[in-house]
């Protein structure tokens, strides 16, 4: 009897019953979609967040040379694969290593002034 | 049933002082806007870092299978190469829990929970620690990738070129 009553009542209601499981279909994919972006990494690489403007602006395009898959090896190849083995390698020095002293106690003030 | 009523000491808890609590209170609010700035600038870093492991790992994976086809053998390199996608991974791990590490010290009360950002604070360093370890596992790699390079690779080559 309550099932009949339920069917009549999403039979009278239709539209509304259609735009309300729509809803919940987004919702759903949206918490999946938003667990992956976190659980993945990928919200922690995400520089377009509101916010991280300077850090967008702080992105050093990589060297991108291509070498070939294909071909003999021999000076002339080791001597290009080096050059652009070395053109990567100045790219990496350039940047920041997670070794200055920002965080020392020194740095964030948090050292009693001397009395 | 004693102990489990007596409150947990964290080491850090025990060496902070009184006045080292009073100033860590003062400034900590302006302690975790530095460390907002930092993580900014460093997320930058850690992009243009992964960007260019990536390539440089593609640029070895390319030579170390082409000389797969040519029949040549340079084993430095294989490992080398193999060494620096494994630092690379880790570099990433300990980065992600580097970056959650700041972000909840940022997050905290310090004002009210002083011992425990600083304790926070200290996790945040060791995490960092372990990030810039990885750079310098990956450099050695890199340095070993080079070095088979001008030892193995170019000798290897030389051989080759008299066999034939």
Same mark, same amino acid.
């Given at each position: 009897?309550?099932? !009949? ?12 019953? +259609? ?12 918490? @999946?979609?938003?667990?992956?972006? =976190?659980?993945?990494? +990928? ?16 992105? @050093? ?51 009693? +002034?001397?009395? | ?7 947990? =000491? ?33 997320? +930058? ?21 082409? @000389? ?26 300990? %980065? ?21 950002? %600083? ?11 372990? =990030?810039? !370890?990885? @750079? ?29």
């Amino acid at each position: 009897m309550q099932g !009949q009553n339920l069917k009549a009542l999403v039979e009278r209601h239709r539209f509304a019953f +259609a735009i309300a499981v729509v809803i919940l279909i987004t919702f759903l994919m949206t918490a @999946i979609s938003m667990s992956l972006y =976190v659980s993945s990494g +990928a919200s922690r690489l995400d520089l377009s967040r509101p916010g991280f403007e300077q850090a967008r602006k702080d992105i @050093i395009p990589t060297p991108d040379d291509k070498f070939s898959a294909e071909g003999k090896v021999d000076a002339a190849t080791v001597d290009e694969f080096e050059k652009l083995y070395q053109k990567q390698r100045v790219y990496l020095n350039n940047l920041g290593d997670f070794e200055d002293s920002s965080l020392d106690d020194a740095s964030l003030r948090l050292t009693p +002034a001397a009395q | 049933m004693v102990f489990l009523t007596v409150p947990m =000491v964290h080491a850090e808890d025990m060496a902070l002082s009184d006045r080292q609590i009073q100033t860590i209170k003062a400034n900590c609010v302006q302690a975790q806007s530095s460390l907002k700035q930092l993580q900014l600038t460093e997320a +930058a870093t850690r992009n243009n870092r992964g960007r260019s492991y990536e390539s440089i790992s593609k640029l070895m994976t390319t030579l170390n299978g082409r @000389i797969v086809l040519n029949k040549l053998t340079a084993p430095t390199l294989t490992a080398a190469s193999s060494d620096m996608e494994k630092r690379f991974t880790s570099f990433k791990n300990n %980065y992600d829990s580097y970056y959650d590490s700041v972000t909840a010290t940022i997050k905290l009360s310090c004002k009210d929970q002083p011992v425990t950002f %600083y304790d926070s604070l200290t996790n945040v360093r060791e995490l960092r620690a372990r =990030v810039a !370890q990885d @750079i310098k596992s990956i450099n050695e790699s890199l340095d070993a990738y080079q070095g088979g390079i001008n030892d193995e690779l170019r000798a290897e080559v030389v051989a080759s070129r008299s066999s034939q």
